[in-house]
């Protein structure tokens, strides 16, 4: 796929930098979102602010219900950010998240069962193929934000659980929330740089760690080793069990920093070593020292997580060769290298391999669409109407799309409209 690098941002200079460091600048540029429910216009108490920072605009609940208050929050997150960039928010590159956040007010909407009944969504890709379906919910608090699946598709029982968990964010704090809840993620393994290569799935983190994994050592010979680098317990959880699933797989270990693969040996017999590529030394020698050097034939893919594939897609930038970018499967991690070791002997991965089966996998996708282009199922949506819909998706209301775009209500009203027009379909919940 291809993608367009916005341009022409606005204020990112260092005199809008200083300018943003004052409490004036961010007064005038607080609000409060709104929203419209059986006909009446309801705005809620709290307040929010837009930050733009290195090419990235967010729109951050403040959680404040005066405006001087919420002006200050609005300073000392941009300053935050400023000195540390967007992770010192809880973004979820290199798995960096707040263990403390601050409280909401009492007065806030988002304690209202209503507010989270309004914001169900069903979400289009599941984690696994036997998935159920369910409805899920985005809860966003103190510049993070995270879609849980609710496990049901009774708005009921769902809003009651969106409550629950935004309530365990408040009081215990996002690193509580998400060990005790499932998370929905979107994982990319990066095989190439230049031309960017990259395989992307949705996964949903497992509390309380993985499913126990089936004794494999009877076939463990015909098993390529993998091993796994990721300080999230959960994640790393989950991605263990998904590339114990995969065929000709197996995954031995799970290390919560770079430094702790001293502990692996020649014994172990390491194949395939998965590391997120946002902790610290990935880039420097400690990689090197710690494996590269003592395991010269494995090969070690970076992957990254985020909230969802479009943030994915808005973080690809910096390749001169251009972006490919494809979906695998639910379930399917390792899904561009199962063809090849679906064997009965054990696959032998190197770097040349993996680079051949980089090339093959993605000349395959690219050879599918010319020689096979079919009729497109969807009509043509504006550029415009494809920003309304990734919202909407989001379970965003009417007001909420208007704000975060830039527009009116009753312009949201007639692209919503337009949208339903090309699709054929009648309502928000069938156009999702």
């Not at 959680?63 to 929050?73: F, I, L, T």
């Not at 809880?90 to 309004?118: M, T």
């Not at 049901?152 to 409550?163: D, H, I, K, M, Y």
């Not at 830039?406 to 009648?426: D, F, P």
Request: hydrophobic fraction near 35%; charge should be positive.
């Amino acid at each position: 796929m291809s993608k367009q690098v916005a341009a022409g941002w606005v204020g990112t200079g260092k005199a809008a930098a200083d300018q943003r460091m004052e409490l004036a600048y961010w007064r005038t540029r607080v609000f409060r979102n709104s929203y419209v429910r059986a006909g009446k216009l309801h705005r809620v108490r709290g307040w929010s602010a837009k930050i733009q920072y290195h090419g990235v605009r967010r729109t951050l609940s403040l959680g404040a219900v005066d405006q001087d208050v919420a002006a200050a929050k609005a300073a000392s997150l941009f300053a935050k950010i400023q000195q540390h960039g967007w992770p010192a928010l809880g973004q979820r590159e290199g798995s960096i998240r707040p263990s403390v956040v601050a409280a909401p007010d009492e007065a806030d909407p988002r304690e209202s069962l209503d507010y989270w009944r309004l914001r169900l969504v069903e979400r289009k890709y599941p984690a696994t193929s036997d998935a159920k379906p369910e409805l899920s919910c985005r809860i966003e608090h103190d510049g993070t934000g995270c879609y849980f699946p609710l496990g049901t598709l009774n708005e009921a029982q769902a809003a009651e659980r969106a409550l629950r968990i935004f309530n365990c964010v408040i009081g215990e704090g996002w690193e509580t929330a998400v060990a005790r809840h499932r998370c929905e993620l979107t994982m990319a393994l990066f095989w190439f740089g230049s031309p960017l290569c990259c395989t992307y799935t949705t996964i949903h983190t497992r509390p309380g760690g993985a499913r126990r994994l089936a004794n494999r050592d009877e076939v463990a010979p015909t098993l390529v080793n993998v091993f796994v680098v990721e300080p999230d317990a959960t994640v790393a959880a989950t991605l263990r069990e998904l590339t114990s699933q995969a065929p000709g797989f197996d995954c031995r270990g799970a290390f919560a920093d770079i430094g702790s693969l001293r502990e692996l040996g020649q014994a172990d017999e390491p194949g395939l070593l998965l590391v997120n590529r946002g902790l610290p030394g990935f880039s420097g020698e400690e990689l090197d020292v710690c494996f590269k050097q003592r395991f010269r034939g494995c090969p070690v893919v970076p992957f990254l997580t985020f909230e969802d594939s479009e943030q994915l897609f808005n973080s690809t930038a910096g390749s001169r060769y251009g972006y490919y970018l494809h979906r695998t499967p639910p379930g399917h991690v390792l899904h561009l290298l199962e063809e090849k070791s679906a064997a009965k002997r054990k696959l032998r991965l190197d770097t040349a391999t993996i680079s051949r089966r980089v090339r093959q996998y993605f000349k395959k996708q690219v050879d599918y669409l010319v020689g096979e282009p079919g009729e497109d199922t969807l009509p043509h949506l504006t550029p415009r109407e494809h920003q309304v819909m990734t919202h909407l998706c989001r379970g965003a209301l009417d007001k909420e799309i208007a704000e975060w775009l830039s527009i009116s209500s009753w312009t949201v009203h007639n692209h919503l409209k337009n949208i339903y027009e090309k699709l054929g379909v009648q309502n928000r919940t069938e156009a999702v």
